[in-house]
């Protein structure tokens, strides 16, 4: 979930993609020596995604009353346990509650923890977790430890914890070092206190972003050698790891989770033609039907973007420089235009072409009063927003996520998450969609965890298309009732993440 | 907006229309002798929407810290006036920049403002007004200062109250009373407030619900000598009105702004279109794509809300007795079925009919684990809530307005807003929507000041679709530069509300 | 179907609607003389509806290899009868394949043929008719006779005949008087051998266009005072119905069929959405994707016509002066533009207004080379066809109903059917929806048939929603097996025809 | 355009797909001796698209009065040459009017000829082609010729010649040998008089399905020494070159145009997701709008077809193996369900699925009366079309291409084209499309034919997606006015076949 997503295919014309990987490999350089730098060099340190703020319930109910650092307090959970860092223990029922809305909607998940865990495929296991700490990933969680595994976990970012759930997960007995609003000396801490504890080696990374791997490679080396795998999830991770690799410095098997088809159509298409409705409705209540907008980008993203506004009655334009891409738009109905022609026009101007300063000031010179400006692409370069923070314009923080910039002559532009990732910062992923990477991450993790010595190397794979016999819980699927579609649906999910 | 979506036409078989309209008598009952009834009664003597709870952007911001009643406070504005009773006259600033934002998708409306303001056709208007307190009210209430009129504000509904943008009218001189969580008495106290003041005498209503109207022919028949007109926005409201009118009471002519064609087609199909979207995803982060859901009843709610549900691949089920609606349904591409024969495996319910007990305690039963049931109809009789409020089920408050029940075996269905209105319950109403609306009541607020002696009588009138020319201010509407279809689209509302 | 989608609402501002009533009237006048006039005028004095193409089945099939008149033919069916008229009984059979074909979609019918049969609600009952004579026609004519009535019929346009269905129902005993391509003369004489003949003399009228009542008054009026009742589908012939009433001298009670709800959704919104792609296809093998199309009119014919276009990847504008209308356009995601915004860039210009000269000669000079002008609107007017018969500009006449209109630089507009209706001309009308207005066309008959005396004066009547309980055949609709939803669509059509 | 619509991924899970690979290598055994065979086993010995017939204006028009063959007729056109045979060099005239039809909505080719015609990059080129003669092939060789070619063709299938077509590109000088209606004998014959004619020799060869190579690799295996190069459009004519390759019998370079990105998407997702609406229209006149249809198979063909029928109003469900197709149709809103679930109800059955027996005797005897059953996946294997060849079910042809097959009890099936391909039987494949694919076809010969020495070797090539810079034309291109989007899709196609 590091970044949801990025969309290569859709550069415009004047930014060679040559650039934008460059600007990937700019970024890591930074990470190169994330400990050397003093503090302020360290908010680079860390990987781009780890200080992307992520919207979620925790962010409406999370009333920030209590300003003491949660490395300051000492709280007990109900089972007489300190071995966890959260915000507030007391919140657990509540994070309970949304971890059972959770699951009413990540069923395959839910399939995989009853039918496995007489099985307990993952008996053995201690599993050292750093991602997103949502109900979703709670759900993930408490179905690694129903299928045997011991977990501690931390936050791939120090905005996105829920602390609710935080607070749910530690008092069930999991291990949780993480909450909203951490510090960049808190993130590593956090991340510390995980792996580096008395009695406890893991034999299991789950990352995303490549943060805690990374941090074990620097301060733990030797845990490696008790390591059966990695399984990471982010772009910016898996890039991390293919260049270890390259580089002969990888030394445990890892798999790539973020390239399975299911995440590259789910997490980019699908969730995108719901999730851009969402963040837009969220921030500004703005009416679809008959507003004009363009979408710059017609890869996954933008095809999800331009179905779900279309389908509710916007007028939708598409910007394209990839040939195939354009005329697919053609064919689907969209004109595809030059954004200078449309610029004066439209209502929302909508990124998602993976490139660097898609719309520039300029552009945003040329909007038109009320319109709104906002990124589902890649990382926070679409939009130029630094050009806009100017003295002659006027920023106006008019709610969470939404700043009104006001030129001069009193227009007002919506710009919504400061230019990042909207399905990120302004609006649930849907948990149905967690529920997929989610069940491909447990089953990346009982794969490694199972494999038979010298099946996989050091080296980086993709989740097997056809897992071998032996993983021995194929026959889950054909066991499930298929009367139902519903579950034939399940049937299905499962069927090819493991065939 | 008393109530948003009233679906008469689609009653289910077992029920006969009869009985809805029946339904609706026994409601005004209650309402026959609200003031002496005792405090528990008088509870049902305020009319049904001022109870129905409104989510903004104000539920999530209103950190409702401050327990004393608003009516013990000492406010003073920054103009030094005490006159107006809201919760935190200090939470002006945050209330500003809520109806920038809502300005923002209101241009019909800003629109008039800017043209009319000169010609100042409200001048000498006093209007005393009972609506819900939003946003998008504030930019009318605003306009029609704009416009000559002087205004004092009360709240039609005890919980829908934005209390910073409450708060923003007080500082810039309006008189408002209300604020979120009044108690019964306040909601009287406050409507008294706004008529029974020195030196300032009403002679113009602008109610939504008749609970304004209704406290004044019961208190202050008087004024309604002075009294020119009154706007009544809602269907509870414009009930009242035609019973006055055929008891003879009714002593001043009223305009019927619920029936105008602009609010049927807005309020019903095109935003129900949007907020259903937009009421399901933030109470339950539901994945749209692949679910199977069944809509009762295909009148204009119904339409807005398959259309929707079909276009972000939800697999939609119809059930309707009108034989026209069901074909319509059928030519769409909706499978037209019995509620009974998809009770089991659909994922999702949704009732629009206008009816009773359309989704039964028996069908909630044979729900399955983790589905969804609301309410996008009338009132919030469509769902057999009562049913569920027994011993054996087990009620888990999950998230406001988001309710589990759990049935002995742990099944659980999800509830939203305890079967009341969703579009009203979680999810914001189009800004652009409630603009066409609130554009349709200046308008005849403006019809109504003007209109020579004689026009209209004591009686109940729909908007003209002719204006006489006297009203003065048609040139507004050719004036406008066409060249932009944006503009176009506004000439065009604006044409048809006074042609 | 005499015309199938006049679209009264959406006329262009320039055109005041009242030019096009004088229309109608103007061509009411060439009637009022029909036999007095020679041979040139005569073309004028049948409606309008019978000089319109209905291209079908025949249109392929009919080698038109025999020049000999059938009127100087004496042919003999396979019952020994020669009581008919038609081109070549020998092609029987093959007529009889056309409407096996039609009855596979024309449930509703043979449904209430089933069950109807051995009820004969029409014994006794002898129909003369004047209609399309098609497959579909050949459906409602045998349901008739299987309900007990005695039929002649007669084609109420020179052009549509289906030659071979004409010979099946000729064959099967039905005295049929009709061929494609006859003349005027044959046109009434054909009329003439349906109704003076010896030894029958007709009691129920069952007429499209007005033609055949409009000759029956005019010749043989003693013959009304058997007449029953007149069932009239038309626009022209309902219009002429309503004059005769007004003038005092309808002498029998006449059913409107062409108001009813069912063929106003049906022959409008539901068939245009599905014939404008057909029509299209058929003449010019156009793709859809991607081509850019303006629809003039948004009324049903227009949103059909756009919903289709749309949805098959079009990009589709929209003119529309009506501000409802307008304002659903860009509720429904089309750019409301002005014809001349657009002119030089769309694909297809598509007319629906029910408006003249919408499309103008100045237009049609700008249009790009290749692009397609059509009609679906109201008859031949709403092009300016006219104008383009000058002698800078050459025809060449491609294909049946396809002319390139060549300009002196070499560019070329398509023009379909010569601006008449395209969906009459260059395409089938969906059998289903034939099938629908077919019963209703039945019930009808039925009802004037068995109605008490005095139900019915001398008058217009709509059909009534509900028919009275002794019309003895509603329990035909409550005995039909609900349990598959494709008969419950038919006990719905059936329902609401007669409730 | 040999098969137009293979779908290899949706296979049925009881079908393995290695059957399906075993069933063309089959009918490959079947070539191998061709010329020993007699007669009967000659008609195995033609590509099997050799004998599909192939709709068209032609098949309307064509009075096939003439029953003498062309062979035995003397032609003279009217440049004098009697070097052509086609059935009647008379009907010219109407063929260029089909040709200029055709060339209206094939830009990308037109302006390919414009363009490139003063640099004649084909000057001495002599290409000989076997492909279908229609009037877009029509606009195909002309603009070879305008680019400076020679020509001389035939007709790769029996059935799917325009006889108007190849009369008027007779008449305008091209050698062309080929009618509608060819024995098998005849079909080599009108092969061989393009090869073995005096005086002219072949440089190029443009195939469609690999019989004109075949036939040149048997009978004149020392004209390849002057062959430049083979493009191949077809599904099967690959496949023989690729088998030539293996067997190291491939003596010149060939371009594989059948697998290349633009064949892949337009002929399959966009293409019949109208082809489906036309075929199933023109031969069954069925209305879509509440319709049940299940499409078996969601590869690119079942996805056209799905959006096609659900947009149209038809409730549309999916058989699909594949978990990922499968997975994408839930998400798309369709439900996936087992053919034998909804057997009974459907009223339409789509097979596109690449497989055999999709759809079984046992199933087409539960299916409801008045059903259509159609085939637009591969080949004629989809509906085990043999298994209704009993004596117990009657057949009745009642139009061409549409058979009803009766049972006893007096069901009807509509089968159509007897379960060959729909789109290739009974639509016409839009204009754009085989413009697209005969520009390809133009741009690959430009290479083989321009390409240096040794660039190409003896094996078989996808179109390269940069051709080199001196292939001359690139400059095209960027000549174009973009300013309007028509011509900027142009644009786009030009420059992703060659960049």
């Known amino acids: 979930m590091g970044e949801l997503s990025p969309v290569f295919g859709g550069a415009p014309a004047h930014k060679p ?14 990470s190169r020596y994330p400990i050397k730098a003093g503090r302020r060099s360290l908010s680079r340190s860390i990987s781009q995604s780890s200080t992307d703020s992520y919207s979620s319930a925790a962010s409406y109910t999370d009333s920030s009353d209590d300003e003491t650092s949660p490395r300051e307090k000492t709280q007990v959970n109900s089972r007489g346990s300190t071995d ?3 915000k507030n223990i007391k919140q657990a029922e509540f994070g309970r509650r949304e971890i059972e809305i959770a699951e009413q909607d990540m069923s395959a998940l839910i399939s995989l923890r009853k039918r496995a865990q007489s099985e307990k ?3 053995g296991a201690k599993i050292v977790g750093c991602t997103h700490i949502t109900a979703q990933t709670a759900v993930l969680i408490e179905t690694l430890v129903a299928l045997g595994a011991q977990c501690r976990w931390t936050a791939c970012n120090i905005y996105s914890t829920q602390n609710e759930v935080a607070a749910a997960l530690s008092d069930s007995g999991v291990a949780v070092f993480a909450w909203k609003g951490e510090s960049e000396d808190d993130f590593w801490w956090c991340i510390d206190q995980c792996v580096n504890t008395e009695g406890w080696q893991p034999n299991m990374i789950l990352d995303d972003g490549g943060d805690l791997t990374h941090w074990m490679y620097k301060k733990y080396p030797n845990v490696f050698k008790k390591i059966r795998g990695i399984v ?6 898996v890039h991390r790891l293919y260049q270890l690799s390259k580089a002969g410095k990888l030394c445990v098997p890892a798999m790539n989770v973020n390239d399975s088809v299911t995440k590259q159509k789910f997490d980019n298409l699908y969730c995108c033609r719901e999730s851009i409705l969402d963040g837009l409705k969220r921030t500004t209540d703005v009416m679809f039907g008959g507003k004009q907008v363009v979408v710059c980008g017609y890869g996954e993203v933008g095809k999800g973007c331009c179905a779900a506004l279309k389908a509710l009655g916007a007028i939708v ?12 738009a053609c064919m689907d109905g969209f004109r595809v235009v030059k954004l200078n022609e449309v610029i004066r026009q439209v209502d929302v101007i909508i990124t998602c072409t993976g490139n660097k300063n898609v719309v520039t000031r300029d552009q945003l010179d040329r909007m038109k009063n009320g319109s709104i400006v906002c990124n589902m692409g890649h990382s926070n370069t679409e939009i130029d927003v630094a050009s806009l923070r100017t003295t002659e314009l006027t920023w106006e923080r008019v709610r969470s996520q939404v700043d009104h910039i006001i030129w001069p002559d009193g227009k007002r532009v919506i710009l919504l998450a400061e230019g990042r990732l909207l399905n990120l910062s302004c609006s649930t992923v849907p948990t149905f969609v967690l529920s997929i990477t989610a069940t491909t991450q447990a089953l990346a993790l009982i794969e490694l965890y199972n494999a038979p010595e010298g099946r996989y190397k050091q080296d980086v794979y993709l989740l097997p298309k056809k897992m071998g016999e032996d993983t021995c819980f194929l026959y889950i699927l054909f066991t499930v009732n298929s009367s139902m579609d519903f579950l034939f649906i399940h049937i299905i999910i499962l069927t090819f993440l493991i065939l």
């Open 317 to 328: 334009y598409v910007t394209e420089i990839d040939p195939i891409c354009a005329l697919q």
């Open 232 to 237: 990471e999830e982010s772009v910016t991770g």
């Open 121 to 123: 495929p993952l008996a």
């Open 17 to 30: 993609v040559k650039k934008q990987i460059q600007f990937v490999e700019d970024k890591q350089e930074f």
């Open 84 to 86: 966890f860092c959260v």
